[in-house]
């Protein structure tokens, strides 16, 4: 079966500290992957998608970029993070079969 | 993409049936009608979808109206576990990546 992997789930980064976050997708081939990002109270903002490796499409301008270094491996990151980028950052994947995304558990990033 | 439009929030007791509407006027030809489900601090799981036809499954059944103009989620029989953030959205079969914007939802409280 798959199964997807965020971590951390909890982060607390001072400003214009870097970031990094991982996701990675077990048990599936070329799946498209997604960032996205939920303020508190809010719906889901789509801030990158990938359908390939080393494909990224950005949805939103920021302060954050995104990579594919492998099939099943996401990453999203930033050189110098902005009290803004502050929310629940969601990692999810979707599979070809059935248009279906999953998503993992999610990384609260708290920037102080 | 086709949008949907939701009520910000909805209530019900424990043990009775839930009836969630969502509207996408909208709609094409080709977009599914998805519902997801957000528990606090936790990422969105996927509940159900169809095209045209209602749809059962264990966890809730979907109709959709004759002009697909609108759909309704039902829960049968709502438990305190179902209390949660729901989201209606359109996914196009054909493109886009499987890219769905998740508005606000409908947040769900089911009290004892």
């Known amino acids: 079966s798959q199964t997807i992997h965020q971590w951390p789930a909890t982060l607390v980064q001072p400003v214009g500290s870097p970031l990094s976050l991982e996701c990675t997708v077990e048990g599936t081939s070329n799946p498209n992957l997604y960032w996205y990002r939920q303020a508190a109270g809010r719906g889901l903002q789509l801030l990158f998608y990938?359908?390939?490796?080393?494909?990224i499409s950005s949805e939103v301008p920021q302060n954050l970029s995104a990579s594919r270094p492998q099939d099943r491996q996401f990453i999203l990151s930033s050189k110098k993070l902005l009290l803004s980028d502050s929310g629940f950052y969601l990692c999810?994947?979707?599979?070809?079969?059935?248009?279906?995304?999953?998503f993992g558990a999610g990384t609260r990033l708290s920037v102080l | 993409d086709a949008k949907t439009t939701q009520p910000n929030s909805m209530e019900s007791n424990e043990e009775e049936p839930v009836h969630l509407p969502c509207n996408h006027s909208t709609i094409s030809g080709t977009d599914y009608i998805h519902w997801y489900r957000q528990l606090p601090s936790q990422g969105p799981e996927y509940v159900i979808h169809g095209l045209t036809s209602n749809v059962n499954n264990r966890m809730a059944s979907l109709a959709i109206a004759e002009d697909r103009k609108s759909s309704t989620l039902i829960l049968h029989r709502a438990t305190l576990r179902d209390a949660a953030v729901y989201y209606c959205i359109l996914r196009d079969v054909m493109g886009s990546a499987g890219k769905s914007t998740f508005g606000d939802g409908t947040t769900l409280t089911v009290k004892p």
């Open positions: 990938s359908v390939g490796i080393g494909q």
């Open positions: 999810a994947w979707r599979g070809w079969a059935k248009n279906i995304q999953y």
